[in-house]
């Protein structure tokens, strides 16, 4: 399956400010997480943000909002993004098939999306090294799983280079910089 530009939507799942001090290389995470972003937004792939009972866990890493160009953010309870209804009709909303997914915890809010997106007919793609948990054993367990079931893993490098298809795309040489 090739992963396409027109057809995609990534959600960016949780990464709030609370919860990032115990995830797994969370300074790296951001970083890549980031750079992802820039490359999304001049690639113009829509970027929705979620945030997991904000009110106890406050807002996304400042950062994530500065390179979405964005400060919305779509609020949830349950782990699964597909289980909120508002986020569910953003989904059905945007006709997009195929949901790039990145944030945290893996073996938790990311899993269970990705599980629910699969089994509504969606086409998958995590960002592996935009990703992460508290224990590296959780995600590691987590993006196995998501494998068996059918989920494509990707480098956040490699996903924007394929969604660009050519190094004569117009704005090759942006995304060429952000990943050096």
């Known amino acids: 399956m090739k992963i396409k530009r027109e057809q995609c939507l990534t959600l960016l799942i949780d990464d709030q400010i609370k919860l990032l001090p115990a995830i797994h290389e969370s300074a790296m995470l951001l970083q890549n997480t980031t750079i992802l972003l820039q490359g999304l937004r001049i690639l113009d792939v829509p970027i929705q943000i979620t945030q997991q009972y904000t009110k106890g866990l406050g807002m996304s ?3 994530i909002f500065c390179y979405a160009g964005t400060t919305d953010y779509l609020e949830k309870r349950t782990f699964s993004c597909w289980g909120e209804e508002g986020i569910r ?7 997009c098939r195929q949901i790039i997914l990145a944030g945290i915890e893996t073996h938790i809010c990311v899993l269970q999306t990705a599980l629910d997106l699969l089994q509504n007919g969606y086409e ?3 960002v ?3 990703v992460s948990s508290r224990k590296p054993s959780d995600k590691q367990t987590a993006v196995r799983r998501m494998i068996q079931e059918g989920v494509i893993v990707t480098s956040y490098e490699s996903l924007l280079f394929e969604l660009m298809e050519t190094s004569c795309y117009p704005r090759f040489k942006e995304i ?5």
């Open 61 to 63: 890493d400042p950062s």
């Open 89 to 95: 009709r953003t989904i059905q909303k945007s006709g």
């Open 124 to 126: 998958v793609i995590l």
């Open 128 to 130: 592996e090294d935009c």
């Open 176 to 180: 060429s910089a952000l990943v050096k």
